[in-house]
């Protein structure tokens, strides 16, 4: 078993950065990829960002490409995920998911889940 704990959410302004950790304990990740989803009020949750055990593989969604920044430290079983240039459309609640194998894209294709931490952009 894989437990799962994001940190580093909160309220801030248009235009601030964030940066989100996940602490991951249990079972070793070796051979795990990880990735940040978020849901926002009233639609589905949605992959952000994920990376592969090997750590130059990387996928970033549309939204997050050029702003955000996904990467971990296996070492200390930690994954974090910088967010800059923040806006209103980032406003959402944002969870840690692994699996073992490669990144995948969808919710369905992650077994374990972080509770969420929530990111507010507001003025």
């Known amino acids: 078993q894989v437990h799962l704990m994001e940190s580093g959410g909160g309220l801030v302004q248009p235009g601030a950065s964030l940066r989100l950790s996940c602490a991951a304990s249990?079972?070793?990740?070796?051979?795990?990829?990880m990735g940040w989803f978020r849901q926002a009020p009233g639609k589905e949750r949605e992959l952000v960002a994920a990376?592969?055990?090997?750590?130059?593989?990387?996928y970033y969604s549309d939204a997050a490409e050029g702003r955000f920044t996904i990467s971990r430290d296996n070492g200390q079983n930690i994954l974090y995920l910088q967010m800059r240039r923040l806006t209103s459309e980032d406003t959402a609640v944002y969870y840690c998911?692994?699996?073992?194998?490669?990144?995948?894209?969808?919710?369905?294709?992650?077994?374990?889940w972080g509770q969420g931490t929530q990111v507010t952009v507001a003025s």
């Open positions: 998911a692994a699996r073992e194998g490669d990144v995948q894209y969808t919710t369905s294709d992650y077994n374990y």
């Open positions: 249990g079972r070793s990740l070796v051979n795990h990829a």
């Open positions: 990376i592969g055990w090997i750590l130059d593989i990387t």
